[in-house]
T-cell receptor, first 114, second 113 residues
Framework: AQSVTQLGSHVSVSEGALVLLRCNYS??????LFWYVQYPNQGLQLLLK??????LVKGINGFEAEFKKSETSFHLTKPSAHMSDAAEYFC????????????FGKGTRLSVIA | DAGVTQSPTHLIKTRGQQVTLRCSPK?????VSWYQQALGQGPQFIFQ???????QRGNFPDRFSGHQFPNYSSELNVNALLLGDSALYLC????????????FGSGTQLSVL
């Protein structure tokens, strides 16, 4: 069975500060890993994905994540937070089969303080 | 190019009623999945449809059923509604070529009173 754990249901950072959102996964098979962002009253938007190529993955809006197999982690970072980054962020895992459903974490709400 | 569209955006029902939610996939996509997102939780997989058949199912009771039409659009039906069915229902579509990326709709917010 696959699962993800997002550490911290709420993270608050100052504008311009580093953003670090933590995600640890559990998978019995090599995983695909994803980060999605959800703005209020909207669906999910893909930020980035890891699909067994480069371990450092760059996404949209300046976000990136590093796959660390030894730590079973896939933490999301952004060097400098912007007010527009305030949203809910979800980490998700799936198997390598393209039809394996995504398993999501519970989410981390990011607040950015001016 | 329209993305994934869902209707209605909001819905209020009472316990015991039945509800139908609708989804039109992104152009070029033939596979539709449904997810339930309860308040404060991540989305949970309900089922996936391809070629008008249910291909995979998550841990949801038979009260949850679906359908896919020849034009790839899909419906989610929930019978005998419970208070706990109140959630945001998300539809996601993908194509068989690019299996790694799902496009999500904005969801239908269902409130059961």
């Amino acid at each position: 069975a696959q699962s993800v754990t997002q550490l911290g249901s709420h993270v608050s950072v100052s504008e311009g500060a580093l953003v670090l959102l933590r995600c640890n996964y559990s998978s019995s098979v090599p995983p695909y890993l994803f980060w999605y962002v959800q703005y209020p009253n909207q669906g999910l938007q893909l930020l980035l994905k890891y699909t067994s190529a480069a371990t450092l993955v760059k996404g949209i809006n300046g976000f990136e994540a590093e796959f660390k197999k030894s730590e079973t982690s896939f933490h999301l970072t952004k060097p400098s937070a912007h007010m527009s980054d305030a949203a809910e962020y979800f980490c998700a895992v799936s198997g390598l089969s393209g039809n394996t459903p995504l398993v999501f974490g519970k989410g981390t709400r990011l607040s950015v303080i001016a | 190019d329209a993305g994934v569209t869902q209707s209605p955006t909001h819905l209020i029902k009472t316990r015991g009623q039945q509800v139908t939610l609708r989804c039109s996939p992104k152009s070029g996509h033939d596979t539709v999945s449904w997810y339930q997102q309860a308040l404060g939780q991540g989305p949970q997989f309900i089922f996936q449809y391809y070629e008008e058949e249910e291909r995979q199912r998550g841990n949801f009771p038979d009260r949850f059923s679906g359908h896919q039409f020849p034009n790839y659009s899909s419906e989610l039906n929930v019978n005998a509604l419970l208070l706990g069915d109140s959630a945001l229902y998300l539809c996601a579509s993908k194509d068989r070529v690019n299996n790694e990326k799902l496009f999500f709709g904005s969801g239908t917010q269902l409130s059961v009173l």
